[in-house]
Each structure stands twice: as C-alpha cells, then as structure tokens.
C-alpha cells in the first residue's frame, strides 16, 4: 500500500476545520475553567475523535489537541497535546489511602475503628502502594490510543467521507516525528518551596520511564511536562509561531 504524503496528511487533518479553535477552549475543564488562555489554534482531537462514527461505538481516550508543523526541508513533526487541570489542593489517591491507613492506627479513634483487623490493615496498606494514580495512567494511555488507533480511524473516516483511495497512515505516523507535550496546573516558580511544583516534578518522574518505553515503542519520539504559564515559551521554543 502506497504511504501517506505530508500533503495528503495535513489536507486530512485541515479538513476538520470546525474543530480547528484555540487554546483557551480547547484546554477548558469540566467546569469550563481554562488551563490556558491563548489564541493560538490547534485541533481539539478531544472532539475529532467524539465526531468520529467509526470510533462511537467504544471512544478511545486521546490527547487534548493536535498540531504539526512542516520544516523547510520537509520534515514533518506531530504535536499531540495534553492540558491537565489537575487541583494541587486535593490529595491523589495515594495521598488520601496513606490518610486512611493512618487513620486506622490512630489509638485516639472510635472503638468501631479500633477493631478493624490487621489483614484489613494490611490490605489498605497494599492498596496504598499499589494502587495507580488515576492521573498518571491517563497521561501514559492517551497518547497510544491517540497515535495507534484514534488518527488511524479518523483517516479511515474521512477516506470514506470523501471517497478517497487510503494509503498507508500507519507507516507514516511511524516515520514522522512524534511529540507529546503535557501541560498541567500551574504553580508560583519564584517560591523557593512549593508544594504544586513538587507534585508537577513528581509526576514527571514517576511517569518517566513509561515514556521512555513509547519512544522505544516508536510511539513517541519526544515527551516534555510543562506548567501551563509555559505554554508561550513552548510555542517560541518550538518555532509554531
């Protein structure tokens, strides 16, 4: 099968015009709060893939947003962009099972308290060490749904959209450059201690080496975490604008 042209491609990706809005409503909460206030445009991949009558059936989770931009010689990059609004206020799951643990050690509580078992005990400690953060796992799957099978499907829609011959998608994702890009709640970098930039170094670090494993994988190519007030320097950093 014939593979994908960069031109084929952005006509494919250009023709979702109406999902083409910018960063302002794209990385909206769901409480409709923005992470980031910017006009710059991208696609909202969110609601390319909810559009999508080959993907309704069992929707994928995907990244937030999609970008490329072509350089002079050809070379073709991919943006996949993720904007987390996550509440540094709130523990995470780890955080509030280590509450939970304490709490049934605590002498002081209720005797109902005092009497759970120490399996029980055990057990909660277990699920404290093991149990995944929610978080973590959506920002390690949503770029391997978003590459291997949601940009796949909505190629293969607008083929048959437009009554157009597919080529090989696959074999050209794999050969252009991939990078995601993750921006997540804010924090004050001039506080010497902070604990909002703690959380935003810890998760890089504990979702490092499952990156690592995508650029392996040929999934990605590149990852990099941001603070959302970097989403200006990461556009002139990238040369998009």
Known sequence: MEVLTNKEFKNFIKSHGKFYKNITEISK???DEPLIVNDFKMYSLDEMCWDC???KENTPKTTDAL???ESLDGKLTLYIIEFKFHNFNDPNARDMLEIMANDVNDSNLEYKYKCLSEKFKKNLRKIKNYYGDEVEFSLILKPIESLTMV???LYEQYCIDYNLPQKD???FLDNVEKK???FISHYDDK???NSSKQRVQTMDVGIENNYRRLERGNIID???IYPSFKFSYFLSYERLI
């Open 29 to 31: 909460s769901d409480f």
């Open 180 to 182: 995601l890009i993750v």
């Open 169 to 171: 998608i696959k074999t």
């Open 151 to 153: 940009i796949p499907a």
């Open 191 to 193: 506080k010497k201690h």
């Open 67 to 69: 970008w490329f931009k």
């Open 222 to 224: 590149y990852h990099k």
């Open 53 to 55: 009558e080959l993907l």
